[in-house]
């Protein structure tokens, strides 16, 4: 199985809601991460996740708030969001990270979300 | 701020045509890493290619990486409708800490 799959496909959710992304990998890799992609514009690092660790935290705002229960699951759970965080979330996976060698990455479909 | 930046932004050729893309990036590297993305769908990893390879073949895909020049090209052969995508360049940021993608190159292959 070489998928990254990614839930909801969209989401549409105001302000004051609160409400989680989830990705799931069952390839055995070690190295989990989110990305914001804006529209015609490339996709931009949030969060490294290693060994079910936060290696990374590209100065990412409070109201996204990432979580790895296990070493095939990854969550982004989102509070308070602005319009402007309206974006294609990413997830992906590698076998595993070191800083400053990034291997090949597996992108799951995303998750198109809409902040009325 | 961006490593790799792509050249041209847009490009559109006939199918049997082929494509080639360009990237240029800033700092040293240990890899570089070029992907495509249908619209508004995740990415998929096409090729890497490390700092000691000068070349690099993927069935129609040809890479190539000139650290003198800081600069990589990709070229698709014999281009299909199915090859219309986006494709950005990738590379780790100076302080190793994330992949950073070009702004990319966007191709339409008509038929």
């Known amino acids: 199985d070489t998928e990254v799959t990614q839930t909801p496909k969209h989401l549409v959710m105001g302000m004051t809601n609160k409400k989680s992304l989830k990705c799931e990998q069952h390839?055995?890799?070690?190295?989990m991460y989110w990305y914001k992609q804006k529209a015609k514009k490339p996709p931009e690092l949030m969060f490294v996740?290693?060994?079910?660790?936060?290696?990374i935290n590209e100065s990412v705002p409070s109201r996204f708030s990432p979580e790895c229960p296990n070493s095939s699951l990854l969550n982004l759970h989102l509070h308070a969001l602005q319009p402007e965080d309206s974006a294609l979330y990413l997830c992906?996976?590698?076998?595993?990270?070191?800083?400053?060698?990034?291997?090949?990455?597996?992108f799951g479909p995303g998750t198109r979300l809409t902040v009325l | 701020s961006q490593q790799g930046e792509e050249d041209p932004q847009a490009l559109s050729i006939q199918e049997g045509e082929n494509a080639t893309m360009n990237c240029s990036y800033k700092?040293?590297?240990?890899?570089l890493q070029w992907y495509r993305q249908n619209s508004g769908r995740g990415l998929v990893h096409l090729i890497l290619?490390?700092?000691?390879?000068r070349e690099k073949h993927s069935g129609r895909l040809r890479v190539t990486l000139d650290t003198s020049k800081k600069s990589s090209s990709l070229l698709i052969t014999a281009s299909r409708a199915a090859d219309t995508a986006s494709y950005f360049c990738?590379?780790?940021?100076?302080?190793?800490?994330?992949?950073?993608f070009g702004k990319g190159t966007t191709l339409s292959v008509s038929s």
């Open positions: 992906a996976s590698s076998q595993d990270f070191d800083r400053g060698i990034y291997n090949e990455q597996f």
């Open positions: 290619i490390r700092s000691n390879e």
């Open positions: 996740y290693s060994y079910e660790k936060l290696s």
């Open positions: 990738a590379t780790a940021n100076q302080a190793g800490t994330a992949l950073i």
């Open positions: 700092t040293s590297i240990n890899n």
């Open positions: 390839m055995g890799h070690r190295a």
